[in-house]
């Protein structure tokens, strides 16, 4: 698993329309509480009644890839909260955005953070990363405020899988890093989960009210979100967009050739879709076209690239990642990454690629194994005529570029 | 009631005993992990079904009223 910590990270950003997560950071590196204060304006008060109006009211949901609505997390909460927890692992391993929050915001996450420990009464806010400079620059943050002496940084080692939701609340409870196998929400130990963004989307909510927050995007998803674009693009980083953007909209802003060969939407638990420019970004958009928005991450192939070896790598990386507590993700992604690496040899694998993807979907104490079957499996369709011609010449006399990648810097 | 049998993956070891008692509702995959049939459990006789949870050796069924 990649436990890379402490590597220069890209967090440049820019934004489509005004901006409302990033603003502020046009001029400046990091906004310190001085330059937050400048920039948002102070926190009104709020309490549980008025946060969870808001919520409704904005359809906020989060942010790490699941979507789950905040307000309804909140109300699992039946028992009351003890702790809040910002999940700023980003597993994912191409998404930015919520490390460009942490280290270059932060003051709007903790925000966020520490309304809803107040409305809650939750004693603790604990910010979970895997990098030493996000944990630098909240911890900075919370010595800015008075009431950042309820903020609690953890930094621990992990990959893909320890980023998700229970396998973090476990690593904090000194657990190991890894999803537990019965399926308890954390709400019902009192603890509520969110990722860095939503509780930044839920600083700006506060401030601007459900009405002007709902002055951009779209009905059903109000607001802006971040996303992280890479690939084949002159202009790689974290964009925020309006909730809705086009996708063509997008990726001529971030500098895309005319003509992608294929899009990967929701990094590599989501899907290979057609670079349709008309593909609207967001959670509802993207379903319809058959994807998952996810963490809003969307990586860019051109045609200069073998997709099928990329497919094959971004696999092979998948299985690697599997934490092998489980039997069925633990075999089943290492036959399905053989599958997929054997197509792009040339050699006869797809309806075995299919078989496996279809075996491990939903086989698992995590989404992993759902997650992967997903990606390979919308990979797969996308690329047919690519399977077959590596059938009939054995290759594509494409090199694999890497415009997927794995690995790297944290 | 609408129930079914639930695998905790980080316990099982894959060695079949359930598929064995309860051939009709759970069949294994190629490497001899569980495959619960989908409705299979509401079909067969819920004595049958808790005597197979009881009998994992490595704790990892549970029954699930949905
Ligand atoms: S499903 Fe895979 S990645 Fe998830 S906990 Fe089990 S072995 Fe680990
Ligand atoms: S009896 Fe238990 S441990 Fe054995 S295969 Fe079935 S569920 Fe897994």
């Known amino acids: 698993m990649t436990t890379l910590l402490d590597a220069p990270v890209d967090t440049s950003a820019w934004t489509i329309g005004p901006p409302r997560l990033l603003a502020g950071l046009d001029r400046a590196e990091r906004l310190d509480a001085a330059a937050h204060l400048a920039t948002h304006g102070p926190l009104p008060g709020s309490d549980l009644r008025l946060l969870l109006g808001h919520l409704d009211a904005a359809r906020l949901t989060g942010r790490g890839g699941a979507g789950f609505p905040l307000a309804a997390k909140l109300r699992a909460l039946t028992g009351g909260a003890r702790r809040v927890v910002v999940n700023g692992t980003e597993s994912e391993p191409t998404s930015r955005k919520d490390r460009t929050l942490l280290r270059r915001t932060p003051h709007l996450v903790l925000d966020g953070a520490l ?5 809650t009464g939750a004693r603790e806010v604990a910010v979970a990363v895997h990098d030493e400079r996000s944990a630098e620059s909240v911890r900075a943050a919370a010595a800015e405020r008075p009431d950042g002496r309820q903020v609690r940084v953890h930094l621990t080692a992990g ?65 802006t979100a971040l996303l992280t674009i890479g690939g084949a693009v002159a202009r790689p980083g974290v964009v925020e967009i309006p909730l809705g953007t ?25 899907s290979w879709l057609a670079p349709l420019p008309q593909l609207r970004l967001g959670r509802e958009g993207v379903a319809a076209a058959g994807g998952t928005f996810g963490a809003g991450v969307v990586l860019v192939l051109d045609g200069a690239t073998c997709a099928l070896g990329e497919l094959a790598t971004v696999t092979g990386w998948l299985a690697a990642e599997s934490a092998g507590q489980c039997g069925p993700c633990r075999f089943g992604l290492s036959a399905l990454a053989a599958d997929v690496a054997a197509l792009a040899a040339g050699r006869p694998a797809v309806a075995a690629a299919f ?20 990606f390979v499996t919308s990979g797969l369709h996308l690329l047919q005529d690519e399977a077959d011609q590596h059938l009939a010449y054995g290759g594509c006399g494409r090199p694999v570029l890497g415009q997927l990648p794995v690995g790297g810097a944290r | 009631m609408t129930a079914t049998l639930s695998v905790d993956w980080t316990r099982c070891d894959g060695h079949g005993l359930c598929a064995a008692l309860l051939p009709d509702a759970i069949v294994r995959d190629e490497w001899g992990f569980p495959i ?29 009223q949905r």
């Open chain 1, 115 to 119: 309304a809803v420990a107040h409305a």
């Open chain 1, 159 to 223: 990959g893909f899988v320890s980023g998700e939701a229970r396998a973090v609340v476990r690593a904090l409870d000194g657990g190991p890093a890894l999803p537990p196998g019965r399926r308890t929400p954390p709400t019902a130990t009192g603890t509520l989960v969110s990722n860095v963004e939503t509780f930044a989307q839920l600083a700006l909510l506060l401030r601007l009210g459900p009405r002007r927050f709902a002055d951009t995007g779209t009905h059903a998803e109000p607001g």
């Open chain 1, 246 to 270: 086009p996708l063509g909209i997008v990726l001529a802003a971030a500098g895309a050739p005319v003509l992608p060969q294929a899009v990967v939407v929701g990094g590599y638990h989501g």
């Open chain 1, 355 to 374: 078989g496996h993807a279809r075996t491990v979907d939903g086989r698992g104490a995590c989404s992993h194994p759902s997650g992967a079957a997903r």
């Open chain 2, 36 to 64: 619960v049939r989908a409705g299979a459990v509401d079909a067969s006789d819920e004595a049958d079904v808790r005597r197979v949870v009881a009998a994992c050796p490595a704790l990892a069924l549970h029954l699930e």
